[in-house]
Structures are given as C-alpha cells and as structure tokens.
C-alpha cells in the first residue's frame, strides 16, 4: 500500500484526508514558540523579498498592517485551532486514527529521532 504524507491544517479537507489517514502528527507549539517563528519568517521574507508562492512577495503592509496579516491570522486563530482539534481528534469518526501529539520542537526531534 502506498505512503502519503499531508501537510497543513486546511478543514476544508481534513474530512476527506482524516478518513483514509492511519497517523495525524500534531505539531501542537506554544503560542511563544508559533509566534516568534512566523514574527521571524515575515520580517526575513520581507526583507528579501523571497518568492512565497506563484511570484507573490510579502510587504510591510501586508503582512503586519492588513486584514490579510499572517500575523493577524495567527492572533486570531491559535487558540482556536487548538481547541478544535482537541475536540476533533475525539470524535468518533476519528477514532481510528493514532495521534502523535507533540508540544515542542525538540519532542518532534526526539520523536524524529525515534523512527
């Protein structure tokens, strides 16, 4: 049987992607540790000015002072992303499902490690 491997948390298809998953790794990261890497990989992309996807770049202005801020977004979405997937991972629809529950970034090396 083939591997996949799929990365992100869009609901939009966790539905779809969940029903045929054996093993959900959840990158669980305090709120210190989530902001401080997208506060640092915002300002290095605007600075740059690195390609992020089809040719986009990342500006002052967008990325701190708009409503399209990843930086807003992460504001507004951390603490509910954590709930909905703590409620998630306990429906019965998932319950197939292995989750490797992981708070910090040395516990996904050491897990990595592990393999």
């Not at 669980?28 to 997208?38: A, F, G, Q």
Request: aromatic share 14%; hydrophobic share 40%.
């Amino acid at each position: 049987m083939p591997t996949y491997l799929v990365d992100g948390n869009y609901s939009i298809v966790h539905d779809i992607v969940w029903q045929r998953a054996d093993t959900v790794i959840w990158l669980d990261y305090s709120w210190t540790v989530v902001m401080s890497r997208i506060l640092r990989r915002t300002v290095s992309r605007v600075v740059t000015q690195q390609e992020v996807c089809n040719g986009n770049r990342e500006t002052w202005k967008k990325s701190f002072f708009s409503r399209d801020s990843v930086v807003l977004w992460a504001l507004q979405t951390y603490g509910k992303n954590r709930q909905k997937y703590q409620l998630l991972f306990q429906e019965s629809e998932y319950a197939h499902l292995q989750v490797v529950h992981l708070r910090s970034p040395s516990a996904a090396q050491d897990w990595l490690l592990s393999l």
